[in-house]
């Protein structure tokens, strides 16, 4: 006997997933074709704080790509 089911929570899930996203450093450097360090800074002044994954040379640093889109959206109606 099949049951009915309850259809899933697109937009919640998706939300979930939006929340976890990262992005590293280069590909934001790539992105904006700017320097890694000037990313670092502009970052670090926005208040944006990495995520480390891992520990020493082999840990990951990563940026919360909804808090890099905030400050990116913020930045073009301000120039």
């Not at 009915?4 to 450093?25: Q, W, Y």
């Not at 320097?35 to 020493?56: C, D, K, M």
């Amino acid at each position: 006997m099949i049951t009915s089911m309850k259809k899933p929570d697109f937009e919640h899930a998706l939300s979930d997933h939006d929340e976890r996203l990262t992005v590293s450093l280069k590909t934001l450097a790539s992105l904006l074709d700017a320097h890694r360090s000037s990313i670092r800074r502009w970052l670090r002044e926005a208040g944006i704080h990495p995520i480390a994954f891992g520990r020493g040379r082999n840990g990951a640093i990563r940026y919360r790509w909804r808090e890099v889109e905030e400050w990116l959206a913020s930045r073009a109606s301000v120039e």
